[in-house]
Structures are given as C-alpha cells and as structure tokens.
C-alpha cells in the first residue's frame, strides 16, 4: 500500500478535496461534499481497505461530522472525519502519524473514472444490429449499406406518377413523342 511519506500540506488534501467535491455534479462549487463523492474518494485514496475501513466505517463518520440537517460537508467537517478514521485505517500508530499517513495517501489525487460503464461490444449486441441478417418486412427498411430507409422503409408510399403500377415504360412519353415528330 501506498503511505504518505512527510508532512503532508493541507493546500495539498485541499486541492483533492475540491476535485472530488465537483465530481459528477454540474453544480458544486468545490466547498462543500456531499456523501457519494466522500465514499469515491476513500475508495479511490485506498483509506478503504476493505478489513479496517469499510464503505459503512466511512458512510457512519460522514453522518457524525456533518451538520444535523445537513447533506454535505465543508472541509473543515472533512479533516475532522479524516482525523476520525486515521486511527482505524493505520493502527498501532500515533494519532498525528496515522492522520499525517491518511493525507499522504490522498494528497495530489484526483476521481478516476475506473469502472464507468462502457458501450457494449458483446457478439449477440452485434448480431442483433446487424441489418444484413434481418429477414421478411424487416429487411425492407434498410438499404444495402445497412442505413436505415426512414419513411420509404417504414410505409408504402402510392406512386402518383399518374403511371399505371406494373407499366414498364414509365417516364419514356416525351422520348417518344420527340421521334414522332
């Protein structure tokens, strides 16, 4: 596991408080977290270890060092948490040294988008979209390049040409009045 290594500034543990507190929320300023992007960065920092500190661990102390009617928290609430878990997550070490490893280990992070859904690419998805396989009325709403014919595939569209439907020399009149003439 990665530990901090020093003093740790809080112009540091700022920066990443900031970053995580914006995260996924057009709206946020910066100042103030709220619950899901705490547990996000204890869970991207590693301060969740899964044996010490559990999602649950950080999730009880959000709820204690926020205010009572409250959903976020500024970040003097958020050292406080932190001083709160310090302990926990490095036992057998001092208060200040436990908290001093906590911020080494968030200090200069940032959310990593690990994880995010991506488009899937699986054969069935591809076999199901595949417009040269499709059969019957289907097969008529695309053309051979597989885009699709929008209206014309859709619904039948009555030619009023003024041509009677199975007449095969259709738009052949004015040629052939020409070589009457």
Not at 43 to 51: A, F, L, Q
Not at 57 to 78: H, Y
Not at 84 to 94: N, T, V
Request: net charge positive.
């Amino acid at each position: 596991m990665a530990e901090g290594a020093g003093e740790v500034s809080l112009g540091e543990i700022e920066t990443s408080f900031r970053k995580f507190a914006v995260h996924g929320d057009t709206k946020a300023t910066g100042k103030e977290m709220n619950g899901k992007n705490f547990v996000k960065l204890c869970k991207d920092c590693k301060v969740i270890d899964g044996k010490n500190v559990t999602s649950t661990d950080v999730d009880i102390v959000f709820s204690k060092v926020k205010a009572k009617s409250a959903r976020v928290i500024t970040f003097e609430q958020f050292t406080q948490a932190m001083s709160e878990l310090a302990p926990k997550r490095f036992k057998g070490k001092s208060q200040e040294e436990a908290v001093q490893s906590l911020y080494g280990l968030i200090a200069g992070k940032e959310p990593a988008n690990i994880g995010v859904t991506k488009a899937a690419k699986a054969a069935a998805v591809d076999r199901l979209t595949d417009s040269s396989k499709y059969t019957g009325s289907h097969k008529e709403r695309f053309d051979a390049s597989g885009k699709g014919k929008g209206r014309e595939g859709r619904e039948d569209i009555p030619d009023t040409s003024g041509y009677v439907s199975a007449f095969k020399g259709q738009g052949t009149y004015d040629s052939k009045v020409k070589e009457d003439e």
